[in-house]
């Protein structure tokens, strides 16, 4: 391998600019051609693609977002698609790209690598919903983002001794709701693995609750779950509290990246390059009961993984 690629796919996250950071210095330092592509698989396509040096990633460490901008691209679902950015990745003399992104991402990846052109996919998503690593890049300051937002939330919603559901992201995956959760002390956690669409019993909780002398009733909703507004406006009629919405929306994809995103994500972005110099390919990093290890493309993509049943009745118990 002499020269590598960089690049950021799907939805954004906070330490992704560490993990390309880490991509960049490692390989130069093992004496490699790094090369960043832009706008992820559509910038491969339109051949946006950037000689980087060390002074190139100077001063993102701490910014959330990308430097390399992130796509969607669904020209690059088609073969025709895929053996077009092989192509250019062999006119640019790249030959190996890990690409930052998501189990969408990692697909591409694998057609890449079918195709001739080693690929290490590094997890970046703030839902954590990759099921081969404990761990993914953005999810911690989401959180973080995510808690701060609710506690704010939370001494309104007391003061007026209301009713507030909070919708977090999570459209499949309910980690982000059930961290803030627990750690913002809601009375409920919706999440799309568990919640079952009771909404009788959730009204008669609120009741109970405003008996039982607590003075505000917050719900933490993830996205999946259903529309918080409407559910609002639901519960007010059959419980005479007032109950307000507030959608958290993109501002939990944004912001400083924490400590441990920066670090994880540094960590990872090394490793990547490891795997490349190594002449690895079509795998991806993950972080398994505390060891960085990594996994092919495919058995990462069967993978399934779920919040723990016990997490979830925790939570629960908490609440009373
Ligand atoms: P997030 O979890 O944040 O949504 P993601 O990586 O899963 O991230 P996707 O939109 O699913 O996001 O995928 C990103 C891009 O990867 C797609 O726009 C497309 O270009 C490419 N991609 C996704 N699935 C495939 C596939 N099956 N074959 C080839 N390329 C794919």
């Given at each position: 391998?002499k020269?590598i690629?960089?690049?950021?796919s799907?939805?954004?996250?906070p330490g992704?600019?560490a993990?390309?950071?880490a991509?960049?210095?490692?390989?130069?330092?093992?004496?490699?051609n790094?090369k960043g592509i832009?706008?992820g698989?559509?910038g491969?396509?339109?051949?946006?693609?950037?000689?980087?040096?060390?002074?190139?990633?100077s001063?993102?460490i701490?910014?959330?977002?990308?430097?390399?901008?992130?796509a969607?691209?669904a020209?690059?679902?088609?073969e025709?698609?895929?053996k077009?950015g092989?192509?250019?990745?062999?006119k640019?003399g790249?030959?190996?790209i890990?690409?930052?992104?998501g189990?969408?991402?990692?697909n591409?990846?694998?057609?890449?690598?079918?195709?001739?052109?080693?690929?290490?996919?590094l997890?970046?998503?703030?839902d954590q919903?990759?099921?081969?690593?404990?761990?993914t890049?953005g999810f911690?300051?989401?959180?973080?983002?995510?808690m701060?937002?609710?506690d704010k939330v939370?001494?309104t919603?007391?003061?007026?001794e209301r009713?507030?559901?909070i919708?977090?992201?999570?459209?499949?995956a309910g980690?982000?709701?059930?961290w803030?959760g627990?750690?913002?002390?809601?009375?409920n956690?919706?999440?799309?693995?568990?919640?079952?669409?009771d909404e009788q019993?959730?009204?008669?909780?609120?009741i109970?609750n405003?008996k039982?002398?607590?003075?505000?009733h917050l719900?933490?909703?993830?996205?999946?779950?259903?529309?918080?507004?409407s559910m609002?406006?639901r519960?007010?009629?059959?419980t005479g509290?007032e109950t307000?919405?507030?959608?958290?929306?993109?501002?939990?994809?944004?912001?400083?990246?924490?400590?441990?995103?920066?670090?994880?994500a540094?960590m990872m972005g090394?490793r990547?390059v490891?795997?490349?110099?190594?002449?690895?390919?079509?795998?991806v990093v993950?972080?398994r009961?505390?060891k960085?290890?990594?996994y092919?493309?495919?058995?990462?993509l069967?993978?399934k993984?779920?919040?723990?049943?016990?997490e979830?009745?925790?939570?629960?118990?908490?609440?009373?």
């Amino acid at each position: 391998v002499k020269t590598i690629g960089v690049l950021t796919s799907g939805g954004d996250a906070p330490g992704m600019n560490a993990a390309i950071r880490a991509v960049v210095r490692t390989g130069i330092a093992k004496g490699l051609n790094v090369k960043g592509i832009m706008r992820g698989y559509a910038g491969l396509l339109k051949e946006e693609i950037v000689d980087m040096d060390s002074r190139s990633v100077s001063d993102i460490i701490q910014r959330g977002g990308t430097i390399l901008y992130t796509a969607r691209c669904a020209e690059f679902r088609t073969e025709e698609g895929q053996k077009l950015g092989a192509e250019i990745c062999r006119k640019h003399g790249i030959d190996g790209i890990v690409v930052i992104g998501g189990d969408g991402s990692f697909n591409g990846a694998c057609k890449l690598a079918n195709l001739g052109i080693n690929t290490i996919g590094l997890p970046g998503t703030i839902d954590q919903d990759i099921a081969c690593t404990d761990y993914t890049i953005g999810f911690d300051t989401a959180i973080n983002t995510a808690m701060e937002a609710i506690d704010k939330v939370r001494d309104t919603s007391t003061s007026h001794e209301r009713c507030s559901i909070i919708e977090v992201m999570g459209r499949s995956a309910g980690y982000i709701a059930l961290w803030c959760g627990v750690a913002n002390g809601a009375e409920n956690i919706l999440l799309p693995e568990y919640y079952d669409g009771d909404e009788q019993a959730l009204i008669n909780q609120i009741i109970e609750n405003r008996k039982k002398g607590k003075k505000h009733h917050l719900i933490i909703n993830a996205e999946g779950v259903g529309h918080s507004a409407s559910m609002a406006k639901r519960i007010e009629a059959a419980t005479g509290i007032e109950t307000r919405a507030t959608i958290l929306g993109h501002m939990q994809r944004g912001g400083s990246p924490t400590c441990l995103d920066r670090y994880y994500a540094s960590m990872m972005g090394a490793r990547a390059v490891d795997l490349l110099c190594e002449g690895a390919s079509n795998r991806v990093v993950a972080l398994r009961d505390g060891k960085f290890v990594d996994y092919d493309i495919n058995e990462a993509l069967a993978m399934k993984k779920t919040i723990s049943p016990y997490e979830y009745e925790v939570s629960k118990m908490l609440s009373r």
